[in-house]
């Protein structure tokens, strides 16, 4: 009787998994090790500035190392351009096409100039140099096994969510996060390598930091049902106030620019200087914000110093951004976020619409409407805060604050942040017809210019072409007459070089009206 053949098992996921998990391991332990380091030298230099109010002579001293440490950086920052600022539109150009660069470089001066940025008080997050990290680590391993192409982008965006993992203690967010705002690309390899990293990461960092969550915020009870309606006016604050950190955020460089007697690979000495009379004054601001979120959720002021700390934080996050040193705006965010929420909560009791206890309530739903308005990754918020505060039970108030703030954004006009800093990264590219192969996958949405058209009404980018639609789990050959709908994502081949102009083109086709 004749046998029959059996058919080899694929692996394909299974060494996604593997790969993912190496990635995870490495990342974690880069990003835990950065994380740790930042943490007690904050600590550190919190109780220097104490002693310098009490000893003012030394300020001068201290202000002479600050300037060295910021000229230190900028040089970095000169000969190595793809370390500065958060790093997040790095790897989202990089997984793109639209960005590459030396991954050993950009990791050392990355890693030892946002210690030192970020450790001396400076009003910067490491949550995104940690994604960049994450990112470069899998870059080199890539390197070192010879990966090209698709298992490269793979193995990049699992490290970029091992770094946001190793830096939350937030696996699901960090993979969400790389997912939704990062890749832009939900297939099943992508989402399966970027889990297993961040998962992995994660339980590095636990054993470095334990298992409290990194915003672990006591409240007394959940906020009910007939307060619903003050979400609804505060996700509007926050989608107003949002925008417009949107918008000073990416001009502000712009206002550098206009400071002609310093280098602009020196600007980092202005947020160093100033950086000084606020630890004299407030040390509990200083750094990325979760110190100070923590303690004014457990005894919040009133509402005047309030405003007072959100115009320090909103104005000098802008200024020590904007100066090119290597630092996020994630946490920031948050920490923006969570002023606002105390201040809406306290104009609430005092208002009578609102008792006392649900202010730090509202600290928490406010840093995920704030986000969620600024990145416009709403899921993602939604996800973070739910991590990051160690609890299920705010999921309703969390969304509601999240949808609205969105919806506000929206409405006015506003990009997601890091997409709008990476197009202000890279030029147009032009197409190249030359090299290897490499594919393109572009994911299709509502009200986009490619849907109930047919592939022959397009034009199609030069040097591309579309190889196959995939629909769900299934794909389709593509052919003159075949009809593309909302879902489907486009799998288009190119050359490798060409990637990033392919990227852009059919970005612009998305955008036509239908």
Do not use: C
Request: no cysteine; glycine share 12%.
């Amino acid at each position: 009787m004749k046998q029959k053949r059996q058919t080899p098992h694929d692996l394909t996921r299974l060494n996604a998994i593997l790969f993912g998990a190496l990635v995870g391991l490495l990342a974690g332990a880069v990003v835990s090790i950065f994380r740790l380091i930042i943490e007690h030298m904050l600590t550190g230099v919190q109780v220097i500035y104490g002693w310098l109010g009490q000893h003012p002579l030394w300020l001068i001293p201290w202000a002479i190392l600050m300037v060295a440490v910021a000229v230190l950086i900028g040089h970095w920052v000169k000969t190595t351009p793809m370390i500065k600022g958060s790093g997040i539109p790095q790897v989202e150009g990089q997984l793109a096409g639209e960005i590459d660069y030396a991954w050993w470089p950009v990791l050392w001066k990355k890693f030892v100039g946002g210690i030192l940025g970020i450790g001396s008080g400076l009003f910067l997050g490491r949550e995104g140099p940690s994604i960049q990290l994450g990112g470069t680590v899998a870059q080199g391993l890539a390197d070192r096994l010879s990966f090209t192409g698709t298992r490269r982008r793979l193995i990049i965006a699992g490290g970029a969510a091992a770094g946001l993992s190793a830096a939350f203690n937030a696996p699901i967010a960090a993979t969400l996060f790389i997912l939704e705002e990062v890749y832009h690309n939900f297939s099943t390899l992508v989402w399966l390598t970027s889990l297993t990293s961040a998962v992995m990461a994660n339980f590095v960092s636990n054993e470095v930091f334990g298992l409290t969550p990194v915003l672990h915020i006591l409240y007394e009870q959940a906020l009910p049902l007939k307060y619903y309606g003050l979400l609804l006016l505060l996700g509007v604050l926050l989608g107003v106030l949002g925008f417009g950190y949107q918008w000073i955020t990416l001009h502000a460089s712009d206002w550098y620019a206009k400071i002609k007697w310093l280098p602009d690979h020196l600007n980092g000495i202005i947020p160093f200087l100033l950086v000084i009379p606020v630890g004299l004054l407030w040390p509990i601001t200083l750094g990325g914000g979760n110190q100070m979120i923590v303690t004014f959720a457990k005894q919040t002021p009133m509402i005047w110093p309030l405003i007072g700390f959100f115009v320090l934080r909103f104005v000098f996050s802008i200024i020590s951004y904007n100066s090119g040193l290597p630092g996020g705006i994630f946490l920031p965010i948050l920490a923006l976020g969570a002023l606002l929420g105390a201040i809406g909560a306290r104009g609430f009791v005092s208002l009578g619409w609102l008792p006392p206890m649900f202010v730090a309530n509202f600290i928490i739903y406010a840093m995920a409407g704030y986000f969620a308005g600024i990145s416009k990754a709403p899921f993602t918020a939604i996800l973070l805060i739910t991590e990051m505060v160690g609890t299920l039970h705010h999921l309703m108030p969390l969304a509601v604050v999240a949808i609205v703030a969105y919806i506000t954004v929206d409405v006015l006009g506003g990009a997601p942040i890091y997409e709008a800093m990476l197009q202000q990264l890279v030029t147009p590219a032009q197409p190249d017809a030359a090299g290897i192969t490499d594919r393109v996958e572009y994911s299709i949405g509502e009200n986009s210019g490619f849907v109930d058209k047919q592939v022959r009404d397009l034009s199609w980018p030069t040097g591309s072409l579309l190889v196959a639609v995939r629909r769900g789990e299934r794909e389709v050959i593509p052919h003159g007459d075949t009809l593309l709908r909302a879902g489907d994502t486009l799998i288009v081949l190119t050359y490798h070089r060409n990637r990033a102009y392919v990227r852009q083109r059919l970005g612009r086709l998305n955008d036509l009206p239908e």
